[in-house]
C-alpha cells in the first residue's frame, strides 16, 4: 500500500495550490481527482472546434508588476511563478447597471469612487467611510468574528439602490449566502473586485492550468485522474488515508479535501466535530447546510467583436428589480439579474478566436435536477448539448425545451443593458446546476460551496483539513491562496519545513 505525506482529494485551483507547495518541499504528495480533466469549476472543454472556459469570466485580484504585498504577489511568490509568466491583460472598464443608473469601475478604484460621488452625490462621504472599514479590515484574521455585511454597509450608505449596486457583483462572484455577505467575505470581495480588479490570460483559464500542472509535475508532485475518493478512512479521531472509488486504498499523514463541507462530512461517513467552525448561522454549525445558490451560464459565440455592436463594458452586473435578490429562484432561473461577460473586451493583444458573450443567472437545482432528460441522455451532453434557440431546431427532450426557454428568457432580460445581439449568434450553449454538479461533485450544484465555512480548515477529524470554497476564500486566486495557506499551516509549519511568509 503507497503512503503518502499528503493527500489532496480534488484537482481544482485549491487542490493544484496546495499540491505545488508540498511538492517543492520534497513532500510526496498525490492529488487524486474523479474527472479526466484537472481545474474544477474552472476548466475548460471544447464544442463543435470552439474551446470554451467554464469557470473564468474574468481573474479577480489583478496586481501590477512588481507590485507588494497583494494576494496575487503573495501567490505567485509562493508558487514561485513569475508575473508576466501569467500573461495577464487588463479589463478595460466594467459596470454595475440598474435600471436608470449605472457605475463604472475598472482597476482604477478612483473610477467607482467618481461614479458613486456622481449618481449618489448624498452618498460620496458613506462610500469613503464604507471604502476605509475595508481598507481597515484585516481579512486574513482566521479568529475574527463573523459579522453580517448588510448591516455594516448600512451604516455607511443609506441609499438602498447604492447598496444592492455594491452587493450585486460581490455576490454573483462569492457569496454562499443568500442576500447577505459575511463582512470578512464580503472584505475580501471588495478588495479583489473594486481596489484590484480584472484581468485574464490571452489563451484564458486553460493557460493558468498548463502553469499550475507544469509547476506541479516539475516540483514531482503526482496527479491521478479518473482517481475518486469514495471514503476518508479513519482510526478514532484521525484520519489515515482514503479509499477509491475503485476499492484501492492509500494511506497519508494529512489528507487536504477541496471536494466541500459536506461532501467530505459525506466520505467521513460521519458528523465531523466542530471545533473551530466560523459561521455566522446560528444552530449547530457541525451541520453544514448544502448552499443554494447556483447558476446557469449561457454561451453565445457571435459572429463579430461585441465592441463592434456597440458593446464597451468587459463585464456587466445586472439587475432588472427595483431591489436585487440574490437568493435561490422558486423557478428554474431568476433571469432579472445576472452577469454579462465580454471576453473579448480585455485589453488582449490579439482578438480571440471567437467572440463571445457569457450570460450568468441565478438558477434552482433541484428544479434542473426534476426535469426529464429524455431517453439514451448521456451526463456529457448537459455540457455539450447546444441551447437550439438561435437555430430554431425542435427541443429533443423536456430539459432540452427547458434549455431553450430560459436561454430566451435569459437574452430577453439583459436587453435593458446591451443591444440585441441574437441575430450575430452563430452557436450557443448553456449549462445549468446539473452541469456543476456533475463535473465538481458539489452536492446542489452550489458554486460557492456552503454558507459555513471553515476558515481554519480544521474538519473536526486530526489530519483531515478544509481547502478552496468550503475554506472560505473563493474565486480562482482565492482557491489558490486557500490550499496554499492550508498546505502551509497543516503540513509544512508542523513539519518545521522553511517556510517562507
Ligand atoms: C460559471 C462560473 C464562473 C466563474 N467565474 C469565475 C471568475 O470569473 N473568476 C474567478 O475568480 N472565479 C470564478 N468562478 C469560481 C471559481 O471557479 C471557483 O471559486 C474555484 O475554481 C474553486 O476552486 P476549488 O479548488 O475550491 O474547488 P473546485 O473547482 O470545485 O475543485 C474541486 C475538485 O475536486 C474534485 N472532487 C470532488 N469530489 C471528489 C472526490 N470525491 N474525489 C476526487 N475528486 C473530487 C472535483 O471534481 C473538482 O475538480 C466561477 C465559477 C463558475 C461555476
Known amino acids: 500500500m503507497t503512503h503518502y505525506d499528503a493527500i489532496i482529494i480534488g484537482a481544482g485551483m485549491s487542490g493544484l495550490g496546495a499540491g505545488i507547495r508540498l511538492a517543492m518541499f520534497d513532500k510526496k504528495v498525490v492529488v487524486l481527482e474523479r474527472?479526466?480533466?484537472?481545474?474544477?469549476?474552472?476548466?475548460?472543454?471544447?464544442?463543435?472546434?470552439?474551446?470554451?472556459?467554464?469557470?473564468?469570466?474574468?481573474?479577480?485580484?489583478?496586481?501590477?508588476r512588481g507590485a507588494k504585498g497583494l494576494p496575487l504577489t503573495r501567490l505567485l511568490k509562493q508558487l514561485r511563478i513569475r508575473w508576466d509568466e501569467l500573461d495577464l491583460h487588463e479589463q478595460g472598464h466594467s459596470a454595475v447597471s440598474w435600471p436608470g443608473e449605472k457605475l463604472k469601475f475598472s482597476n482604477d478604484f478612483e473610477l467607482l469612487r467618481s461614479e458613486v460621488a456622481r449618481a449618489f452625490p448624498s452618498q460620496a462621504d458613506g462610500f469613503d467611510a464604507l471604502t476605509q472599514a475595508v481598507r481597515d479590515y484585516n481579512e486574513l484574521d482566521l479568529n475574527a468574528p463573523t459579522l453580517n455585511a448588510r448591516e455594516i454597509v448600512e451604516s455607511h450608505?443609506?441609499?438602498?439602490?447604492?447598496?444592492?449596486?455594491?452587493?450585486?457583483?460581490?455576490?454573483?462572484?462569492?457569496?454562499?449566502?443568500?442576500?447577505?455577505?459575511?463582512?470578512?467575505?464580503?472584505?475580501?470581495?471588495?478588495?479583489?473586485?473594486?481596489?484590484?480588479g480584472f484581468a485574464r490570460p490571452q489563451a484564458g483559464v486553460r493557460h493558468i492550468l498548463k502553469l499550475l500542472i507544469d509547476r506541479y509535475?516539475?516540483?514531482?508532485?503526482?496527479?491521478?485522474?479518473?482517481?475518486?475518493?469514495?471514503?476518508?478512512l479513519t482510526e478514532g479521531n484521525r484520519s489515515v488515508g482514503v479509499e477509491l472509488d475503485n476499492g484501492e486504498t492509500l494511506t497519508a499523514d494529512t489528507v487536504l479535501s477541496s471536494a466541500g463541507l459536506v461532501e467530505t462530512t459525506k466520505m467521513v461517513g460521519?458528523?465531523?466535530?466542530?471545533?473551530?467552525?466560523?459561521?455566522?448561522?446560528?444552530?449547530?454549525?457541525?451541520?453544514?447546510?448544502?448552499?443554494?445558490?447556483?447558476f446557469t451560464e449561457?454561451?453565445?459565440?457571435?459572429?463579430?467583436?461585441?465592441?463592434?455592436?456597440?458593446?464597451?463594458?468587459?463585464?456587466?452586473?445586472?439587475?432588472?428589480?427595483?431591489?436585487?435578490?440574490?437568493?435561490?429562484?422558486?423557478?428554474?432561473?431568476?433571469?432579472?439579474?445576472?452577469?454579462?461577460?465580454m471576453p473579448g473586451n480585455f485589453n488582449l493583444p490579439e482578438q480571440p478566436n471567437d467572440h463571445l458573450i457569457r450570460i450568468t443567472n441565478i438558477a434552482n437545482f433541484d428544479k434542473w435536477n426534476a426535469v426529464d432528460r429524455g431517453v439514451g441522455f448521456q451526463p456529457a451532453e448537459v455540457m455539450?448539448?447546444?441551447?437550439?434557440?438561435?437555430?430554431?431546431?425542435a427541443p429533443t427532450s423536456p430539459y432540452q425545451a427547458a434549455k431553450q426557454h430560459w436561454y430566451t428568457r435569459s437574452c430577453d432580460d439583459v436587453l435593458a443593458h446591451i443591444p440585441e445581439f441574437r441575430a450575430h449568434t452563430t452557436l450557443t450553449d448553456m449549462f445549468t446546476p446539473r452541469t456543476i454538479r456533475h463535473y465538481t461533485g458539489h452536492e446542489g450544484g452550489a458554486v460557492y460551496g456552503s454558507p459555513i465555512k471553515k476558515r481554519t480548515g480544521e474538519s473536526g477529524l486530526e489530519g483531515l483539513y478544509i481547502i478552496g470554497t468550503d475554506q472560505g476564500f473563493l474565486g480562482i486566486i482565492g482557491a489558490m491562496l486557500s490550499g496554499i495557506s492550508m498546505a502551509n499551516r497543516w503540513v509544512l509549519q508542523r513539519d518545521n519545513a522553511a517556510v517562507e511568509a
Open 35 to 64: 474527472h479526466y480533466v484537472w481545474g474544477g469549476l474552472n476548466s475548460f472543454y471544447q464544442y463543435q472546434g470552439h474551446q470554451f472556459d467554464v469557470g473564468l469570466h474574468a481573474m479577480t485580484n489583478y496586481a501590477p
Open 157 to 196: 450608505i443609506s441609499d438602498p439602490v447604492l447598496a444592492d449596486m455594491i452587493f450585486c457583483p460581490l455576490m454573483y462572484y462569492g457569496s454562499a449566502r443568500e442576500n447577505d455577505m459575511d463582512w470578512d467575505q464580503f472584505v475580501v470581495m471588495f478588495k479583489s473586485i473594486f481596489f484590484e
Open 217 to 232: 509535475r516539475k516540483a514531482g508532485g503526482e496527479l491521478r485522474l479518473k482517481a475518486g475518493v469514495a471514503k476518508i
Open 270 to 294: 460521519a458528523t465531523l466535530a466542530s471545533p473551530a467552525s466560523h459561521s455566522s448561522l446560528s444552530g449547530d454549525a457541525s451541520i453544514a447546510p448544502t448552499g443554494k445558490l447556483s
Open 298 to 341: 449561457t454561451i453565445n459565440v457571435l459572429n463579430k467583436p461585441a465592441r463592434e455592436l456597440g458593446i464597451e463594458e468587459t463585464i456587466i452586473f445586472f439587475n432588472n428589480n427595483e431591489r436585487f435578490n440574490y437568493a435561490q429562484p422558486t423557478d428554474l432561473c431568476d433571469t432579472s439579474s445576472g452577469v454579462i461577460c
Open 384 to 393: 455539450r448539448a447546444p441551447c437550439p434557440q438561435s437555430r430554431s431546431e
